[in-house]
């Protein structure tokens, strides 16, 4: 008998369970089920995974299920690969709890609830020097996928209303949007989502892996509705260059009196820049930036499910984008693609804003970067691997500086003395060890990081460097140096082993092969349509 090539699990568990005598056809035990692990001590029976169970379990029996079966996931604080905050203090946490039934729509139920919110629009927009805090006008969102979106929509309806002042067409041959081969994949979901062509820059080495100003340029045109500049590649973490964007835009302006809007995706960079790197001229300093978004997520230190838009004025975003409604018991004003909305992630927002101020974000992101250039250093001196990102390395008018003077006058520790970026380390194996030791692929080293707990993605770059693979470490408040030490210490370990050992290389392969195949929604490879380049290939 010669042994199959596929094997279903579920038809395995199904003929190898104990045959009951009373087989219910509503409650039969089968496949789609799971035992309970503690079933003799509350005489639970199987329950179904896809279907509602017959009855229900006790509270604390559905508890234990659901907290066990969850024990599976990884270890948030060892996920290196997400730039979501996990963390916050006791007192947040309860915070949270005493407000989670309410809904931040219903403004006339919690109208204390919607006070915060809009005390978190104005402190947003007095940190991104907006022109008046009292005009800026912005929302919650779920986070800056949402955000985005808005941003967009508002520069799409701008365009709308010009080229119909002009009595021009907005169907032919319609709008485009220009943004860096290297956007994440919540910019070009606005450009598809919402009928906007999108036009990618491709992104080189010499662009330091992000937007190239001067590409974008030769994209531009009368029906460009705008430039999304992303403050933080999701692959790097280099800021692209909203200034020389601007710059050019307005020289463009000048030349042919097309006017083309700035919206800066701050999604991780809005909360590092104005703390860590003050005299960087990205925001609303800047006419050119109409609305800048963020993620209070992220380095906004809240946790997941809060995002941030913000526009620089109340003519930035038209009129017929918001809402007037009438059914909540007063009248109130929507312009969100979500109705209803948790008010605790706002809430645990403006909890941050007012415990930590200004002084404890600015004490928290010079951290961040801190760690970051340790393990940057350590990866570069070990000759092994090539750091990407660049937070290490000095500016360049600083390394003039430091060597006409004692290099002791260096401040090593103030991220103003390097290049601007966000605590990301972006590595790969160096030339030499590639050289050296060609056949260990680089995506091995995930696969074993991964069993020793570390969740660090290895993944292509960006459209026109999709040849080269990186492996990327996100820094966040939670990932210590004692964190930095014992995840170098496990890379130079697994490192070593793979160059002293004839490695099995298929099994490698193949465990490599498993990583990132499940899909909870039942989607498969012809559920999407190609790979387009942009990071929506890791999320």
Same mark, same amino acid.
């Given at each position: 008998?010669?042994?199959?090539?596929?094997?279903?699990?579920?038809?395995?568990?199904?003929?190898?369970?104990?045959?009951?005598?009373? @087989?219910? @056809?509503?409650?039969?035990?089968?496949?789609?089920?799971? %035992? +309970?692990?503690?079933?003799?001590?509350?005489?639970?029976?199987?329950?179904?995974?896809? @279907?509602?169970?017959?009855?229900?379990?006790?509270?604390?029996?559905?508890?234990?299920?659901?907290?066990?079966?969850?024990?599976? $996931?990884?270890?948030?604080?060892?996920?290196?690969?997400?730039?979501?905050?996990?963390?916050?203090?006791?007192?947040?946490?309860?915070?949270?709890?005493?407000?989670?039934?309410?809904?931040?729509? $219903?403004?006339?139920?919690?109208?204390?609830?919607?006070?915060?919110?809009?005390?978190?629009?104005?402190?947003?927009?007095?940190? #991104?020097?907006?022109?008046?805090? +009292?005009?800026?006008? *912005?929302?919650?969102?779920?986070?800056?996928?949402?955000?985005?979106?808005? *941003?967009?929509?508002?520069?799409?309806?701008?365009?709308?209303?010009?080229?119909?002042?002009?009595?021009?067409?907005?169907?032919?041959?319609?709008?485009?949007?220009?943004? *860096?081969?290297?956007?994440?994949?919540?910019?070009?979901?606005?450009?598809?989502?919402?009928?906007?062509?999108?036009?990618?820059?491709?992104?080189? =080495?010499? %662009?330091?892996?992000?937007?190239?100003?001067?590409?974008?340029?030769?994209?531009?045109?009368?029906?460009?509705?705008? =430039?999304?500049?992303?403050?933080?590649?999701?692959?790097?973490?280099?800021?692209?260059?909203?200034?020389?964007?601007?710059?050019?835009?307005?020289?463009?302006?000048?030349?042919?009196?097309?006017?083309?809007?700035?919206?800066?995706?701050?999604?991780?960079?809005?909360?590092?820049?104005?703390?860590?790197?003050?005299?960087?001229?990205?925001?609303?300093?800047?006419?050119?930036?109409?609305?800048?978004?963020?993620?209070?997520?992220?380095?906004?230190?809240?946790?997941?499910?809060?995002? #941030?838009?913000? #526009?620089?004025?109340?003519?930035?975003?038209?009129?017929?984008?918001?809402?007037?409604?009438?059914?909540?018991?007063?009248?109130?004003?929507?312009?969100?693609?979500?109705?209803?909305?948790?008010?605790?992630?706002?809430?645990?927002?403006?909890?941050?804003?007012?415990?930590?101020?200004?002084?404890?974000?600015?004490?928290?992101?010079?951290?961040?970067?801190? /760690?970051?250039?340790?393990?940057?250093?350590?990866?570069?001196?070990?000759?092994?691997?090539?750091?990407?990102?660049?937070?290490?390395?000095?500016?360049? !008018?600083?390394?003039?500086?430091?060597?006409?003077?004692?290099?002791?006058?260096?401040?090593?520790? /103030?991220?103003?003395?390097?290049?601007?970026?966000?605590?990301?380390?972006?590595?790969?194996?160096?030339?030499?060890?590639?050289?050296?030791?060609?056949?260990?692929?680089?995506?091995?080293?995930?696969?074993?990081?991964?069993?020793?707990? #570390?969740?660090?993605? /290895?993944?292509?770059?960006?459209?026109?460097?999709?040849?080269?693979?990186?492996?990327?470490?996100?820094?966040?408040?939670?990932?210590?140096?004692?964190?930095?030490?014992?995840?170098?210490?496990?890379?130079?370990?697994?490192?070593? $082993?793979?160059?002293?050992?004839?490695?099995?290389?298929?099994?490698?392969?193949?465990?490599?092969?498993?990583?990132?195949?499940?899909?909870?929604?039942?989607?498969? !490879?012809?559920?999407?349509?190609?790979?387009? *380049?942009?990071?929506?290939?890791?999320?």
């Amino acid at each position: 008998m010669s042994l199959s090539k596929h094997i279903n699990p579920d038809r395995l568990i199904r003929e190898s369970k104990d045959k009951t005598s009373h @087989h219910h @056809h509503v409650t039969g035990t089968d496949s789609s089920s799971t %035992s +309970h692990p503690y079933g003799a001590r509350y005489g639970t029976t199987s329950i179904p995974k896809y @279907h509602l169970p017959t009855k229900g379990a006790s509270a604390q029996t559905t508890y234990q299920l659901i907290h066990d079966e969850l024990s599976l $996931d990884g270890s948030p604080c060892l996920n290196l690969a997400s730039f979501v905050h996990t963390w916050m203090p006791d007192p947040a946490n309860k915070l949270m709890m005493e407000n989670m039934s309410k809904n931040l729509i $219903d403004q006339d139920e919690y109208p204390m609830t919607q006070q915060i919110h809009g005390r978190c629009v104005s402190i947003l927009a007095d940190l #991104w020097h907006a022109p008046s805090t +009292h005009q800026a006008i *912005g929302t919650a969102t779920t986070g800056s996928s949402e955000a985005i979106q808005l *941003g967009g929509l508002a520069m799409k309806r701008r365009w709308q209303e010009r080229r119909k002042a002009e009595g021009k067409s907005i169907h032919e041959p319609g709008p485009n949007i220009i943004m *860096g081969a290297n956007a994440q994949v919540a910019l070009e979901k606005f450009a598809r989502y919402f009928e906007v062509e999108c036009r990618l820059v491709p992104i080189s =080495v010499e %662009s330091k892996y992000r937007l190239d100003p001067k590409k974008a340029m030769e994209l531009i045109d009368e029906n460009t509705i705008g =430039v999304y500049v992303i403050l933080g590649s999701t692959y790097t973490g280099h800021y692209e260059p909203v200034k020389e964007m601007s710059d050019l835009l307005d020289e463009y302006e000048q030349r042919t009196g097309i006017s083309v809007p700035i919206h800066v995706d701050g999604a991780s960079g809005a909360f590092i820049a104005p703390f860590a790197h003050p005299k960087l001229l990205w925001d609303f300093k800047l006419p050119r930036v109409v609305s800048i978004n963020t993620s209070g997520h992220k380095f906004g230190l809240a946790y997941v499910g809060v995002g #941030w838009v913000v #526009w620089r004025s109340k003519e930035y975003l038209p009129k017929d984008l918001i809402f007037e409604l009438h059914y909540l018991g007063s009248v109130e004003y929507s312009f969100s693609l979500n109705f209803s909305r948790p008010a605790a992630p706002i809430i645990a927002q403006y909890f941050n804003f007012i415990h930590l101020g200004f002084e404890g974000y600015r004490a928290v992101a010079k951290d961040d970067l801190k /760690n970051a250039r340790l393990l940057s250093r350590a990866l570069e001196k070990s000759g092994w691997y090539t750091v990407l990102s660049d937070i290490h390395r000095p500016k360049a !008018e600083d390394i003039t500086q430091k060597s006409a003077q004692v290099a002791a006058d260096f401040d090593e520790e /103030n991220a103003e003395n390097y290049e601007d970026g966000l605590p990301v380390v972006s590595f790969r194996f160096s030339d030499s060890f590639q050289e050296s030791y060609p056949e260990i692929q680089q995506k091995w080293i995930q696969t074993l990081l991964r069993t020793k707990g #570390w969740i660090v993605p /290895n993944y292509e770059l960006a459209p026109d460097l999709e040849k080269v693979q990186i492996l990327r470490v996100v820094i966040r408040e939670n990932v210590t140096e004692a964190l930095v030490d014992r995840l170098l210490e496990d890379i130079i370990e697994i490192t070593q $082993d793979l160059i002293k050992h004839d490695s099995p290389s298929n099994a490698l392969n193949m465990l490599g092969n498993h990583i990132h195949k499940h899909s909870p929604s039942k989607m498969d !490879e012809s559920s999407a349509l190609k790979y387009s *380049g942009t990071y929506s290939k890791q999320c």
